[in-house]
């Protein structure tokens, strides 16, 4: 199995979703890709990359095959892993900008996702997400949280449709004791998909 692991919390140390992701990885097993998005942000998307998306691979200049390489690498990852570990702290009742840019160069058309007769259709199908959501107030799942939808909806769109949420939620109110709550939650967990 392999898995790729991304952390989107802006803290390196004392991260309650690494803690959550890392343990995650450890007890599914199998080899690991790790992209963390607060060493490596990822790139924004620009002007050049959406013309080098709109270009036929074959007529892509140089230049452009150089624009879209962070999401030709974000793609390769996708493709590779069979599941995907995501560690998303809750900023602002949202996900972390990070979380987002790297959403964005995962949405390709014609490559993690086109449209069909009947709309869009994801491609990146037969795979496993398993979310870890940590918050300091916001509650997982109420009108206020705007980042766990979202998420979830964007990983249907691109075909991984197997979504888990592990919730270490309203931190600030519980602490620690939410965190053993979630380890549960991950001890768990089928390490088969």
């Known amino acids: 199995m392999t898995i790729l692991r991304i952390d ?11 803690r ?3 343990r995650i990885a450890a007890r599914l097993g199998g080899k690991v890709i790790h992209r963390d998005l607060a060493a490596r942000p990822p790139a924004l998307v620009t002007e050049e990359m959406v013309a080098a998306y709109f270009a036929a691979p074959e007529e892509r200049t140089e230049a452009q095959r150089a624009a879209i390489a962070p999401s030709d690498a974000v793609v390769a990852e996708l ?4 599941t995907i570990v995501i560690g998303m702290p809750i900023y602002n009742f949202g996900p972390p900008a990070s979380l987002k840019a790297w959403a964005d160069l995962a949405a390709r058309v014609g490559v993690t996702f086109r449209y069909g007769a009947s709309g869009p259709e994801g491609l990146l199908e037969g795979k496993r997400a398993i979310v870890a959501v ?27 449709a197997d979504v888990s949420v592990v919730t270490a939620d309203q931190l600030n109110m519980g602490g620690e004791a939410k965190v053993e709550g979630a380890y549960a939650e991950i001890d768990a967990l089928s390490p088969a998909a």
Do not use: H, K, M, Y
């Open 8 to 18: 989107a919390s802006a803290r390196r140390a004392d991260s309650v979703t690494r």
């Open 20 to 22: 959550l992701t890392g």
């Open 79 to 82: 493709r590779a892993a069979d």
């Open 134 to 160: 940590a918050s300091g107030g916001t509650q997982t799942g109420s009108e206020v949280d705007w980042a766990t939808p979202w998420l979830r909806f964007f990983l249907g769109f691109i075909g991984i």
